[in-house]
């Protein structure tokens, strides 16, 4: 199974990022994490997205704050997809974090989930390696379902209590 690269522009957004990390342990799918800065580190960035797809990486998870530009910058420099993680900052909320992300020129795209998803970039993740990974189609299949589950479950405590 190919690799998930898990790549961040600070260790300060780790803890959003875990979720992602956690999705994919969740799944079962390799991974490997970095920090790696657009700005302080752009020949780091060049050097680790020109070689990610021979080092057997499937999917760039990259999750930054404030000017984001490290999803863009890998993006840049390998086909493989990458999918961005707008990080939550104290001056915006995020705001600037997102338009920084999914407002990519032409012919760079990088796909782009909520300020702090990175969970469900972890999803993303295994859905694009599933297209390739059988193995991954059930465990998707299974976790949406017990998602369906839980969420009839909450339905039916609701039904019987008072409001």
Same mark, same amino acid.
């Given at each position: ?54 080092? +057997?990486?499937? @999917?760039?998870?990259? !999750?930054?704050?404030? #000017? $984001?530009?490290? %999803?863009?910058?890998? &993006? ?30 032409? +012919?760079?795209? @990088?796909?782009?989930? !909520?300020?702090?998803? #990175? $969970?469900?970039? %972890?999803?993303?993740? &295994? ?37």
């Amino acid at each position: 199974m190919k690799k998930v690269a898990v790549i961040m522009g600070s260790d300060s957004d780790l803890p959003v990022m875990k979720d992602a990390v956690d999705k994919l342990k969740q799944f079962g799918i390799p991974y490997e994490v970095h920090v790696i800065s657009a700005h302080r580190t752009p020949a780091a960035a060049e050097q680790f997205a020109s070689t990610a797809a021979e080092k +057997g990486f499937g @999917v760039i998870i990259a !999750g930054a704050g404030k #000017a $984001a530009h490290l %999803g863009g910058v890998l &993006a840049a420099y390998t086909t493989l997809p990458v999918i961005g993680v707008p990080i939550k900052t104290s001056m915006m909320g995020g705001l600037d974090s997102l338009l920084s992300i999914v407002q990519m020129p032409s +012919g760079i795209p @990088v796909a782009t989930v !909520g300020v702090n998803g #990175a $969970a469900n970039a %972890g999803i993303l993740a &295994a859905q694009m390696l599933a297209l390739e990974e059988p193995s991954l189609v059930q465990k998707l299949a299974d976790f949406k379902a017990e998602m369906a589950r839980q969420v009839a479950e909450k339905d039916a405590k609701l039904q019987t209590a008072e409001i």
